[in-house]
Each structure stands twice: as C-alpha cells, then as structure tokens.
C-alpha cells in the first residue's frame, strides 16, 4: 500500500522494534487513527516532503547542507 511508508515507523514503535516511552508510543496509535478517519493523499505529502529535502541549512555547522526529514 502507498500509505506504509508513512506508517512504518508508527508501527515498529508498537511493535516494540523501536524502543520509546509511553507517551510516544500513544502518539503513534493516534497518528495511525488518523488514517481511518481522514483522507490521506499520500502524493499531496510527497510534494511536500520533496520541497523540504531540497531546502538547505544557511547558517552554522549545517551550512549549505540539505535538511534531512527523519522518520518521526
């Protein structure tokens, strides 16, 4: 399905592959209701996160490097 990639790690956190705290782990089964209760357009997102990966740091150690979007 297009949505796992979103999913992922959501459900390795429940899964216990990902150790977190409860509170994380109560985020990722609420963010995982969302998928029953709203459309999500999983090509409206890649647009998204494509603009994001293309925008650089421009100031620091990260200088001139992209931003690096992490799972979470």
Not at 47 to 61: D, S
């Given at each position: 399905?297009?949505?796992?990639?979103?999913?992922?790690?959501?459900?390795?956190v429940?899964?216990?592959?990902?150790?977190?705290c409860?509170?994380?782990?109560?985020?990722?089964?609420?963010?995982?209701?969302?998928?029953?209760?709203?459309?999500?357009?999983?090509?409206?997102?890649d647009?998204?996160?494509?603009?994001?990966?293309?925008?650089?740091?421009?100031?620091?150690a990260?200088?001139?490097?992209?931003f690096?979007l992490?799972?979470?």
């Amino acid at each position: 399905m297009e949505n796992d990639k979103y999913k992922e790690y959501a459900i390795k956190v429940l899964n216990g592959e990902i150790t977190t705290c409860n509170y994380v782990k109560q985020a990722c089964k609420r963010y995982l209701s969302f998928f029953e209760k709203y459309d999500f357009r999983s090509d409206k997102i890649d647009k998204v996160v494509n603009f994001i990966r293309r925008l650089k740091h421009f100031t620091g150690a990260h200088n001139g490097k992209p931003f690096e979007l992490l799972p979470y």
